[in-house]
């Protein structure tokens, strides 16, 4: 199914603009809300950090959809073998997931406004998906389906392709240095933790995205909530889903 965007987009960073090299770098996670295709969005080339510990009752197997009733989790249950098990590693626990999955988004958004536009791409990713055991493929089969729905070209990549060394921020300024990134871009956790003194020596510039300032938009069910899965705004709004995004905003801006 082609875009449903209006047409590709460009990248939105001032590095962007000014020929550097932008780089992101987070866990993969599954259908995650609009702010983290912001992020994809925003740089040139976003690394998929999943050789590091599996975290539970986080974002890499479930997400929250919206119902009439309220905010709901779908969750992909795992298999956890260890304390030490990398995103990686991580397998699917329960192969009916998927189906489970499909089924509950085609009942929640059946009479959204783009379900039929949108919900045959995205119940195609379920089908792909149920024969897959490893979350991290799941969830980048997922990405790159909202990114083609989206018009995100950004190239997506593995930290496995890379020869990471180090950890915490030296793992990043790694990653930065043999993605020849000029720019890193982090997501507002990473003011935390992040060690800008490692950043300065490699000569890479260390940005945040904020994810402040979105706007609503006609959701299925009110009262509004904006933690929900990227699939409720497309579900809403189909083509106009860019417009309710922050980094489709700043290209219009530049433009």
Same mark, same amino acid.
């Given at each position: 199914?082609?875009?449903?965007?209006?047409?590709?987009?460009?990248?939105?960073?001032?590095?962007?603009?000014?020929? /550097?090299?932008?780089?992101?770098?987070?866990?993969?996670?599954?259908?995650?809300?609009?702010?983290?295709?912001?992020?994809?969005?925003?740089?040139?080339?976003?690394?998929?950090?999943?050789?590091?510990?599996?975290?539970?009752?986080?974002?890499?197997?479930?997400?929250?959809?919206?119902?009439?009733?309220?905010? /709901?989790?779908?969750?992909?249950?795992?298999?956890?073998?260890? !304390?030490?098990? *990398?995103?990686?590693?991580?397998?699917?626990?329960?192969?009916?997931?998927?189906?489970? !999955? /499909?089924?509950?988004? *085609?009942?929640?958004?059946?009479?959204?406004?783009?379900?039929?536009?949108?919900?045959?791409?995205?119940?195609?990713?379920?089908?792909?998906?149920?024969?897959?055991?490893?979350?991290?493929?799941?969830?980048?089969?997922?990405?790159?389906?909202?990114?083609?729905?989206?018009?995100?070209?950004? *190239?997506?990549?593995?930290?496995?392709?890379?020869?990471?060394?180090?950890?915490?921020?030296?793992?990043?300024?790694?990653?930065?240095?043999?993605?020849?990134?000029?720019?890193?871009?982090?997501?507002? *956790?990473? /003011?935390?933790?992040?060690?800008?003194?490692?950043?300065?020596?490699?000569?890479?510039?260390?940005?945040?995205?904020?994810?402040?300032?979105?706007?609503?938009?006609?959701?299925?069910?009110?009262?509004?909530? !904006?933690?929900?899965?990227?699939?409720?705004?497309?579900?809403?709004?189909?083509?106009?889903?860019?417009?309710?995004?922050?980094?489709?905003?700043?290209?219009?801006? !530049?433009?």
């Amino acid at each position: 199914m082609p875009s449903i965007a209006s047409s590709t987009s460009p990248k939105a960073s001032s590095a962007f603009v000014s020929g /550097r090299k932008t780089l992101a770098i987070i866990q993969s996670c599954y259908i995650p809300w609009k702010g983290y295709f912001d992020l994809i969005n925003s740089v040139d080339e976003f690394i998929l950090h999943d050789d590091i510990q599996y975290t539970k009752q986080d974002w890499r197997n479930r997400n929250r959809i919206k119902l009439a009733t309220g905010p /709901r989790w779908l969750t992909i249950p795992v298999t956890l073998s260890s !304390h030490q098990q *990398r995103i990686d590693e991580t397998t699917v626990a329960d192969p009916g997931w998927a189906a489970q !999955h /499909r089924a509950i988004l *085609r009942q929640a958004y059946r009479t959204a406004p783009f379900f039929g536009e949108v919900g045959p791409e995205i119940e195609a990713c379920y089908d792909r998906c149920s024969d897959e055991p490893r979350l991290s493929a799941i969830n980048a089969i997922l990405l790159s389906a909202v990114c083609r729905l989206l018009g995100i070209d950004t *190239r997506i990549t593995w930290s496995t392709e890379y020869s990471v060394t180090g950890t915490r921020t030296e793992r990043v300024v790694s990653l930065c240095e043999q993605a020849d990134a000029d720019v890193y871009l982090s997501g507002p *956790r990473g /003011r935390d933790y992040l060690d800008v003194t490692l950043f300065d020596a490699a000569g890479i510039e260390l940005e945040y995205f904020s994810y402040d300032g979105y706007p609503e938009y006609p959701q299925p069910y009110p009262p509004f909530e !904006h933690q929900v899965t990227v699939l409720d705004l497309l579900y809403a709004t189909g083509p106009g889903a860019p417009t309710f995004m922050k980094s489709f905003r700043q290209i219009a801006a !530049h433009d």
